[in-house]
C-alpha cells in the first residue's frame, strides 16, 4: 500500500505503517545484535585463538632451539655426552669445545674475512668458500654426518 496506508500480512490481517515500523525496528535490533554476537565475540574469539596458537608455535620452537643449542654443537652436530665422557681425560668438555673449538663468531669473522679479501690472495679453501657462499652448500664445515 500507500506510505501510512493499511497494509496487508498474509493473513489478511490489516496493520497500519506505525505497526510495519515497529517491526522493522525489532527485525533491525534483531539483527543487530545478532551480529554483534555472532561476528564481534565469536569472530574475535576465533581470532584471538588463532594469534594465541601462533605464539604457543613460536614460543615450542623457540625451546626447541634453546635446548638444541644447550645439547648439540652448532657445527659439527656432536652431542654433550660425547664430550662430557673424555672430560676424565683432561678435555674441557662441550663448553670448551663450543668456546674454543667451534666458535660462531670465530666462523661469521672467518666469512667476513673471506668476503672481503682480494679474490688472487685466497687460498684454495677460501675460493671455494667464497665461490659457494651465500646459497650453495659449505662441504667444508665439520658437520658430522
Known sequence: GFRGGPVLDDDGLRYTYAD??????????????????????FGAGIISGIVIDTFKDVQDWESAVAKDDQERCF????????FDQHRDDGYGGYETHKEQEHNTWDY???FDSVLDCEYTDMSPLEKSVRR?????PLDFMPVRT
Open 75 to 82: 657445527l659439527c652436530g656432536l652431542e654433550t655426552q660425547e
Open 108 to 110: 661469521i669473522d672467518y
Open 132 to 136: 659457494n657462499f651465500p646459497g650453495k
Open 20 to 41: 510495519s515500523l515497529g517491526l522493522q525496528m525489532g527485525l533491525f535490533a534483531f539483527s543487530f545484535t545478532y551480529f554483534f554476537i555472532v561476528a564481534t565475540i
